[in-house]
């Protein structure tokens, strides 16, 4: 059965390869309403993922003419997550893109691989890499909470705020003037506020989403680490 897109005005996307990677992301695509198509070799894992979606396809050979029986050509973005198997990776990802799908991002092992990939016109992710930098920014600054890399050297950064900031205002912490960073976001409780002015109130245990390189979000960390 070939699936077609049933909304023109929405994305609709597909995840070839289900490991945990593939699966986590197809799951949560899936459950924030995307219409998706998934494809794997492994029945078990189909079975588990017709949980999520209708358009689960238990697939052998990833050939040109399989995919395009299932209507992978009508994806507006489809993340191939094999990333064990290099031939398998590079093949796929390449019948993908020559069957026209305008945003295809694949997974890589190594750094040969994902430059093969890119070569092919593919964006490359690196999820082991990525997810350990990321815990180890969380290992070497305590209170950020989460890191998103924009390129090599800038990243948005989300940093809890200690006890001891008690209403101070953002023009007083003069992120900017001290360490070059700019607050993009505020949470307070289940409250997210992007209207950020000079005289916006900072309290212990917001978190701040601030923009800018990564040795600067350092600095002001390790400031607060000795704020009073």
Do not use: W
């Not at 697939?59 to 191939?80: A, K």
């Not at 094999?82 to 190594?110: C, E, F, H, W």
């Not at 505020?186 to 601030?210: C, N, R, W």
């Amino acid at each position: 059965m070939k699936v077609r897109r049933t909304k023109e005005k929405e994305n609709m996307y597909a995840v070839i390869g289900l490991g945990r990677f593939g699966f986590a992301l197809a799951q949560q695509l899936a459950e924030s309403g995307a219409e998706l198509i998934v494809v794997d070799k492994e029945e078990s894992v189909i079975n588990d993922a017709t949980a999520f979606t209708d358009n689960a396809f238990l697939v052998n050979e990833l050939t040109r003419e399989n995919l395009s029986n299932i209507g992978i050509q009508n994806c507006d973005t489809v993340i191939v997550g094999i990333g064990g198997k290099i031939d398998v990776s590079i093949l796929t990802t390449l019948t993908v893109i020559q069957l026209g799908v305008p945003r295809v991002i694949a997974k890589a092992n190594s750094v040969e691989q994902g430059c093969v990939l890119e070569k092919l016109g593919a964006e490359v992710i690196y999820p082991e890499r990525d997810m350990g930098v990321r815990l180890a920014n969380r290992l070497l600054a305590p209170r950020v909470m989460e890191y998103i890399a924009l390129s090599d050297d800038i990243s948005i950064t989300e940093i809890r705020l200690p006890e001891s900031v008690k209403g101070v205002t953002v023009q007083a912490l003069n992120l900017r003037q001290r360490y070059g960073l700019n607050i993009i976001a505020v949470k307070h409780g289940d409250e997210v506020t992007t209207d950020i002015t000079p005289a916006f109130q900072l309290y212990s245990h917001d978190v701040i989403a601030v923009v800018g390189r990564h040795d600067q979000v350092n600095c002001f960390e390790k400031f607060l680490r000795t704020y009073r």
